[in-house]
Structures are given as C-alpha cells and as structure tokens.
C-alpha cells in the first residue's frame, strides 16, 4: 500500500438556487484546475438576503487533494 500526501484548499461557492448547487459550482470550477480532488468539507455556510428573501447562498469548503 502507498502512501499519500494530501493538501487543503478553501474554496467559496455561491449560487441562487440552493447550497448542494453552491457546492457543486465550487467543486466544478476547482476541478479545471486542481488535480486529484478527493474530499471535502463544508466549513461555513450563509447567504444574503434580498427583500426579506434568500438572494443567494455562500458556501465556504475546505478541499482536500493528493499530492503528486
């Protein structure tokens, strides 16, 4: 068995539709630049409010990656 070595990242997605789609968004765009993804974490999440309403959400994730 080999051994791995891993980093962390934060990443911040946002989306209008909900938080699953914030994360997805993050990890999609971290994807075209970071090899080897293999977790990640939710650290924080909030939004913004508009008119009384969900303007948008914000999700703060911590990415773990191995390392070459």
Do not use: C, N, P
């Not at 293999?38 to 999440?45: G, P």
Request: no cysteine; proline share 0%; hydrophobic share 40%.
């Amino acid at each position: 068995m080999s051994s791995h070595v891993y980093k962390k990242v934060e990443i911040v997605g946002s989306s209008t539709k909900s938080i699953e789609d914030a994360i997805e968004t993050a990890l999609a765009k971290a994807s075209q630049s970071i090899k080897h993804m293999d977790w990640f974490e939710v650290k924080e999440t909030r939004g913004h409010i508009v008119e009384g309403k969900v303007g948008h959400y914000q999700v703060v994730l911590k990415v773990g990656f191995r390392l070459d």
